[in-house]
């Protein structure tokens, strides 16, 4: 980002100051992030029902119509088929999901797979089939036929709660095989990050009608009270938590200047933030809770997201249109749909302000790094104009782009539009 942006001699100028209202990173939500915590839950809850039922069969077995009625051998040979079919069936489940990844990887960028592993339909597929395994093995062991002087028992709600777990899995399975065969359409993809990226974009962006209002913050050299760096985390930042860090500067009456924007890579002990004292800061500060609080509210992540991060979804149609067009796949149609999106979510952004970089109620308490409109602007277009130059469709798809952009911009948006118009434009042959 271009400090000139959003500051004014050593200063920042922001032209609104309420605290964004955009996804954050907390525990509960990076809880159920990776790809096993799902799966693992259903097959935690299938175990714990696979010993519980049993000790309840024999109290309530009475009171529900249609349970099992076999004996023993007829339960532990259900039971056993259930088991041995389900882990066939998933080690399947599997493979196709590997495949899918590696197709997605080779055909569009790496950088999606992880809206793929994100998807609750596979996870809950995995799940399900990998717990009707559990459950079965589990309940079985509940099964007795009588020998070894014990009595006989079946517990008979327990097997048919495997029959209802069976008739689950059949149904995710017939769910796994639509969504995979819908998610991999290169139509469905486009569709889906233009989708998501316009939503980010309308919640991070203000829009055209919000009224405007200056804050100012000008930092001293002697102002300083600390330097945050990032210490022992290495990766992108994925996510700010503006309210978090608001609430902390006005508890200790102080500024917290954000160093790096969403989406940046950080290595290990690189400044993160620095915190600045105020006319009403006092001597006795807890230096160690600001720091600890600084870096849990700048989550730092091994992969970028679009929790936050516009550029990102950007970045992956960029990446589409891209390998498109690489001479190994010289395939300009797809590279047009890309920027069809591109130019759905350019539209919304160059309709909108950019964020303001000084947020506070009454006086500055948070600076941060916003991404902006023109930045954006150049990583939706720089690049695709670049390697599009001998294509056909694509000079032609990106006039017919900044035509619309141009009657649509605010009046702030014309100027950057117009350079990069400029710059991206194929000379005449």
């Not at 299938?46 to 076999?70: C, I, Q, R, S, T």
């Not at 395994?133 to 509940?142: E, G, K, P, S």
């Not at 010289?330 to 909108?352: F, G, K, W």
Request: net charge negative; aromatic share 6%.
């Amino acid at each position: 980002m271009s400090p000139s942006d959003d500051t004014s001699g050593n200063g920042h100028r922001g032209l609104h100051h309420a605290v964004p209202d955009l996804p954050r990173s907390t525990f509960w939500t990076r809880l159920w992030e990776p790809f096993w915590t799902l799966p693992t839950a259903i097959i935690v809850a299938a175990f714990l029902a696979g010993l519980a039922l049993p000790e309840l069969d024999g109290v309530v077995a009475g009171w529900f119509p249609f349970v099992f009625e076999g004996g023993p051998g007829g339960a532990r040979s259900l039971l056993g088929t259930i088991a041995s079919a389900m882990i066939s069936v998933t080690g399947l489940v599997f493979s196709i999901t590997l495949v899918v990844l590696q197709l997605a990887s080779s055909q569009f960028t790496p950088r999606i797979l992880g809206g793929f592993l994100q998807s609750r339909t596979v996870q809950v597929t995995l799940g399900v089939f990998t717990a009707s395994f559990v459950y079965a093995l589990t309940v079985m062991r509940a099964v007795k036929d009588g020998s070894d002087n014990l009595d006989e028992f079946v517990p008979q709600i327990a097997v048919t709660v495997a029959f209802i777990l069976v008739a689950a899995a059949v149904a995710m399975f017939l769910a796994f095989i639509n969504h995979i065969t819908t998610t991999i359409q290169l139509t469905n993809v486009v569709a889906g990050l233009g989708n998501k990226t316009t939503d980010l974009a309308r919640r991070t962006f203000p829009d055209a009608d919000s009224e405007p209002s200056e804050l100012d913050w000008h930092p001293t050299a002697g102002d300083v009270l600390m330097h945050i760096d990032t210490g022992k985390q290495a990766g992108h930042v994925t996510t700010v938590d503006h309210r978090r860090l608001v609430s902390l500067a006005e508890k200790h009456d102080v500024v917290i200047n954000v160093l790096v924007a969403v989406g940046v890579f950080r290595t290990e002990g690189q400044p993160l933030a620095t915190v600045h004292r105020t006319t009403g800061t006092g001597e006795e500060v807890d230096e160690d809770a600001i720091r600890d609080t600084v870096r849990s509210a700048v989550w730092i992540g091994r992969a970028r997201t679009l929790q936050q991060d516009v550029a990102f979804g950007l970045r992956q149609l960029v990446d589409i249109a891209e390998r498109a067009l690489s001479p190994g796949v010289n395939d300009p149609t797809t590279a047009v749909q890309a920027l069809d999106q591109l130019h759905r979510i350019l539209r919304e952004l160059l309709s909108r302000r950019d964020p303001p970089s000084v947020i506070g109620e009454d006086r500055a308490r948070l600076v941060h790094q916003p991404q902006r409109v023109a930045e954006l602007l150049l990583l939706g277009v720089e690049e695709i104009a670049h390697y599009g130059t001998e294509s056909v469709q694509v000079p032609r798809r990106l006039e017919e782009m900044f035509d619309d952009l141009g009657e649509l911009a605010l009046p702030e948006h014309q100027v950057v539009l117009g350079r990069v118009r400029a710059l991206i434009t194929r000379p005449a042959s």
